[in-house]
């Protein structure tokens, strides 16, 4: 690698010679790992004509380098970084340019850390039984096609979608598969000014919460629900109600009086899988109807429905435009994909879009017209149809070592999904569980990050089945049972 001229900047308050000074700049970029063994200097001539000093200035600092085995020359090829310099050994906290004099205690008005949000292992690959949600299993994906679609998306005729502003608007190609194929499968009909894409349905839900909700506003959610939404209504300043769920998702009869919003995952309940009886959506919706309140439905997983079709969209039985409606390609095509969607009346996805431009303006153009080449060529639907299959495979087998555990099923998912929410037996810390199997290759989901109070998760766990092999299944809930004693 060449080290540009450009990284250069002499101090006028040098005390020392201009030699002096380079040299303590090129030794101490090479201390500190800026510069690399074998990285090419810039030229005698070129370095000279940036910093306005003369080229024997830069030759002498160059030589004393080279005799302090910083540097070493090369006939008719110039100056090398040495591959025997000297490295500075790490200390145990990198020097600032300065004590911090902040007292960030009084400086930080708005704290958005500490949330109980559920832990990701970074090298969950290298554990042999992963029972972990939301991870793209390899084997699944199709990442050939994906490639070839990305590759197209960055030809000339696709120029436009790389580099254009899409602050004001969305692809096209990718609004226009939604409302023709995506969305008419839930039974949403939708125009393009009523879809907007988002960075996953974690900025969608924050969206709708930033828009619907403020000081003095009432908010209803399930509990036990997700984490994200969970910490995302926390933000949002407003009086929080969760709502306990049953063997049937959330009971409308537990709605408070006074709710504004209420957010809902019906057709599977996250965490417990659950799909809400059509007669329940309807009473939800006359509820809404009655007190004026807003639905915010996340439809997240229905693709993965190979128990049973999957249930009719909340969103499908709206008459009076009160649901809004969050999708995501993060849980069926890989979660660092980033890209969701909120379909909606146009009075709130005008508010929406004008809120998330000034945030982030717009998702990244490359990956939404990706994104709809993979969906328009069939791709997506192929590989779907793909991991149907083996996720269906693999519940059957889970289902089959859960029964021989310890463990109780504590929700059924009515059309599939991914995972299974268990209970541990009576007493069990479930925290403390995960902790124990680690060491054992096995790694699970503790149920009380997903809890408003966690000593009601405890002994909850999620396990999924979305990244771990079917014949690795019984030997991983094998010693899951294990260590439950």
């Given amino acids: 690698m060449a080290v540009g001229e450009d990284t250069f900047f002499l101090d006028p308050g040098f005390q020392g010679s201009l030699q002096i000074q380079l040299q303590q700049i090129v030794a101490?970029?090479?201390?500190?790992?800026?510069?690399?063994?074998?990285?090419?200097?810039?030229?005698?001539?070129?370095?000279?004509?940036?910093?306005?000093?003369?080229?024997?200035?830069?030759?002498?600092?160059?030589?004393?380098?080279?005799?302090?085995?910083?540097?070493?020359?090369?006939?008719?090829?110039?100056?090398?970084?040495?591959?025997?310099?000297?490295?500075?050994?790490?200390?145990?906290?990198?020097?600032?340019?300065?004590?911090?004099?902040?007292?960030?205690?009084?400086?930080?008005?708005?704290?958005?850390?500490?949330?109980?949000?559920?832990?990701?292992?970074?090298?969950?690959?290298?554990?042999?039984?992963?029972?972990?949600?939301?991870?793209?299993?390899?084997d699944l994906f199709n990442q050939s096609s994906w490639r070839l679609c990305a590759h197209q998306a960055l030809g000339r005729k696709d120029f436009d979608s790389l580099t254009a502003d899409y602050s004001e608007r969305d692809d096209g190609e990718l609004i226009r598969f939604l409302a023709r194929h995506t969305l008419p499968r839930r039974g949403i009909l939708a125009r393009p000014e009523q879809i907007l894409i988002t960075v996953g349905a974690q900025n969608a839900l924050w969206l709708a919460a930033g828009i619907l909700?403020?000081?003095?506003?009432?908010?209803?959610?399930?509990?036990?629900?997700?984490?994200?939404?969970?910490?995302?209504?926390?933000?949002?300043?407003?009086?929080?109600?969760?709502?306990q769920v049953d063997e049937a998702g959330l009971p409308p009869a537990r709605l408070p009086d006074n709710a504004d919003v209420?957010?809902?995952?019906?057709?599977?309940?996250?965490?417990?899988?659950?799909?809400?009886?059509?007669?329940?959506?309807?009473?939800?919706?006359?509820?809404?109807?009655?007190?004026?309140?807003?639905?915010?439905?996340?439809?997240?997983?229905?693709?993965?429905?190979?128990?049973?079709?999957?249930?009719?969209?909340?969103?499908?039985?709206?008459?009076?435009?009160?649901?809004?409606y969050v999708g995501s390609f993060s849980k069926s095509l890989f979660p660092g994909l980033r890209l969701g969607y909120l379909v909606a009346s146009e009075p709130l996805i005008a508010e929406a879009r004008a809120l998330r431009h000034a945030i982030l303006r717009h998702p990244p153009g490359h990956i939404q017209r990706t994104t709809a080449y993979f969906l328009a060529r069939g791709h997506y639907d192929a590989m779907i149809s793909q991991m149907r299959d083996a996720l269906h495979a693999r519940r059957r087998v889970m289902a089959k070592a859960l029964a021989?555990?310890?463990?109780?099923v504590a929700g059924s998912a009515a059309?599939?999904?991914?995972?299974?929410?268990?209970?541990?037996?009576?007493?069990?810390?479930?925290?403390?569980?995960?902790?124990?199997?680690?060491?054992?290759?096995?790694?699970?989901?503790?149920?009380?990050?997903?809890?408003?109070?966690?000593?009601?998760?405890r002994s909850f766990c999620r396990l999924a089945y979305s990244s771990i092999p079917a014949e690795r299944i019984p030997e991983g809930v094998a010693r899951i049972a294990r260590a439950l004693g």
């Fill in 28 to 138: 101490a970029a090479i201390l500190s790992g800026r510069f690399s063994p074998g990285d090419k200097m810039p030229s005698s001539r070129k370095l000279a004509r940036h910093l306005g000093i003369s080229r024997i200035t830069v030759t002498l600092a160059y030589n004393e380098l080279v005799a302090d085995d910083y540097l070493s020359a090369r006939a008719k090829s110039g100056y090398y970084v040495s591959d025997t310099a000297p490295v500075a050994p790490m200390p145990d906290q990198a020097p600032g340019p300065g004590a911090d004099q902040v007292d960030w205690d009084r400086a930080i008005r708005h704290r958005y850390s500490g949330s109980r949000l559920v832990e990701k292992v970074p090298n969950w690959r290298s554990y042999p039984f992963p029972f972990i949600y939301g991870q793209a299993d390899p």
């Fill in 415 to 457: 059309f599939g999904g991914s995972s299974f929410w268990v209970e541990a037996p009576t007493g069990t810390d479930t925290e403390a569980l995960m902790r124990r199997l680690r060491p054992d290759g096995v790694l699970i989901e503790p149920g009380s990050p997903f809890f408003t109070d966690p000593a009601h998760g």
């Fill in 404 to 408: 021989a555990s310890p463990l109780k």
């Fill in 213 to 243: 909700l403020g000081p003095g506003s009432h908010a209803a959610y399930e509990d036990p629900g997700y984490p994200g939404l969970r910490d995302i209504l926390h933000h949002s300043e407003a009086n929080l109600y969760p709502v």
């Fill in 262 to 324: 209420v957010f809902v995952t019906p057709s599977h309940q996250c965490p417990t899988t659950v799909t809400m009886p059509l007669e329940r959506r309807h009473e939800i919706l006359r509820l809404a109807r009655e007190r004026e309140f807003i639905v915010v439905e996340d439809d997240y997983e229905f693709e993965m429905s190979f128990l049973n079709p999957p249930a009719p969209a909340l969103k499908s039985l709206d008459r009076d435009g009160r649901v809004v």
